[in-house]
Nanobody, 120 residues
Framework: VQLVESGGGMVQPGGSLRLSCAAS????????MYWVRQAPGKGPEWVSV????????YYADSVKGRFTISRDNANNTLYLQMISLKPEDTARYYC??????????????WGQGTQVTVSS
């Protein structure tokens, strides 16, 4: 199982970023796929999840209306489109493979993460 995130960076408040997560060693659509973020000194927070199979999506209240999760089954890649970014979105973002709905997966199934910094 390998998950490789990319697309992070530094943006000003109100800016946008699109994160990608390339999956290998398994079929992404067979699992619930999460985006989890962790800010320094804080615990992990799941921000979005896309359901295995049918692909229903769910968002934390803190990002609802601003973030969009999607997946490309042909390329086995997960995405997170982020708009209207706020300083409080600053964190390292991880994609993660999960077996359970709305439960943060074990760190054994996280990628290495990509840093998102929102600052003026």
């Amino acid at each position: 199982v390998q998950l490789v995130e990319s697309g992070g960076g530094m943006v000003q408040p109100g800016g946008s970023l699109r994160l990608s997560c390339a999956a290998s060693g398994f079929t992404l659509s067979n699992f619930h796929m999460y985006w989890v973020r962790q800010a320094p000194g804080k615990g992990p927070e799941w921000v979005s999840v896309i359901k295995a199979g049918g692909g229903s999506t769910y968002y934390a209240d803190s990002v609802k209306g601003r973030f969009t999760i999607s997946r490309d089954n042909a390329n086995n890649t997960l995405y997170l489109q982020m708009i209207s970014l706020k300083p409080e979105d600053t964190a390292r973002y991880y994609c993660a493979r999960g077996n359970y709905w709305l439960v943060i997966p074990s760190r054994d199934y996280w990628g290495q993460g990509t840093q998102v910094t929102v600052s003026s």
